[in-house]
T-cell receptor, first 114, second 116 residues
Framework: GNSVTQMEGPVTLSEEAFLTINCTYT??????LFWYVQYPGEGLQLLLK?????DKGSNKGFEATYRKETTSFHLEKGSVQVSDSAVYFC?????????????FGKGTHLIIQP | EPEVTQTPSHQVTQMGQEVILRCVPI?????FYWYRQILGQKVEFLVS??????SEKSEIFDDQFSVERPDGSNFTLKIRSTKLEDSAMYFC????WGSGGQETQYFGPGTRLLVL
């Protein structure tokens, strides 16, 4: 079946540091890949997505590139802020049509210190 | 900006009781989902719903669970006889029509269910 593996936290960084959160997946075909963010006390918000190989998703300074050869979708940001503190989830939906649900990784708790 | 809403935000119930969690998806969306997140664990897919019927369901979604779209706006998740292990955050999500999994699912803020 499909699965997503991401580095578990907490990850603690200082403000303005470079961020990488690793995500790898197992799926047949060409899934769509997503990063969702969950701020304290809130629901899940889409951060970015990529739907085919070599696509780069970007939003709010975050980027992730769909790498089919390494089955990876690592999240990066050049300079993090305290407001980026949250839990980040990598997720996928299978290729093809239908109403398939998202398969999530376990989430990475990111803590940014001033 | 339209958003998915869920009620109640918190619910406490006794083991064996029935609970109904309610969701109002975004109005022009056609696919509806329920997920749960046990404290400290990952978000897990429960069920998807399209064209007034269940489209996909996970192993978690057993006979204790049911979903319904009773009118044109609400989407509900019913747990018939709650167990302690049903304690979790339950998220509703919806997405528009589109080519399979490429479309974004929009999540509600969740209902935190505590079974005592």
């Amino acid at each position: 079946g499909n699965s997503v593996t991401q580095m578990e936290g907490p990850v603690t960084l200082s403000e303005e540091a470079f961020l990488t959160i690793n995500c790898t997946y197992t799926a047949t075909g060409y899934p769509s890949l997503f990063w969702y963010v969950q701020y304290p006390g809130e629901g899940l918000q889409l951060l970015l997505k990529a739907t085919k190989a070599d696509d780069k998703g970007s939003n709010k300074g975050f980027e992730a590139t769909y790498r089919k050869e390494t089955t990876s979708f690592h999240l990066e940001k050049g300079s993090v802020q305290v407001s980026d503190s949250a839990v980040y989830f990598c997720a996928l939906t299978p290729s093809g049509g239908g109403a398939d649900g998202l398969t999530f990784g376990k989430g990475t708790h990111l803590i940014i210190q001033p | 900006e339209p958003e998915v809403t869920q009620t109640p935000s918190h619910q406490v119930t006794q083991m064996g009781q029935e609970v109904i969690l309610r969701c109002v998806p975004i109005s022009n969306h056609l696919y509806f989902y329920w997920y749960r997140q046990i404290l400290g664990q990952k978000v897990e897919f429960l069920v998807s719903f399209y064209n007034n019927e269940i489209s996909e369901k996970s192993e978690i979604f057993d006979d204790q669970f049911s979903v319904e779209r009773p009118d044109g706006s609400n989407f509900t998740l019913k747990i018939r006889s709650t167990k302690l292990e049903d304690s979790a955050m339950y998220f509703c999500a919806s997405r528009p029509w589109g080519s399979g999994g490429q479309e974004t699912q929009y999540f509600g803020p969740g209902t935190r269910l505590l079974v005592l």
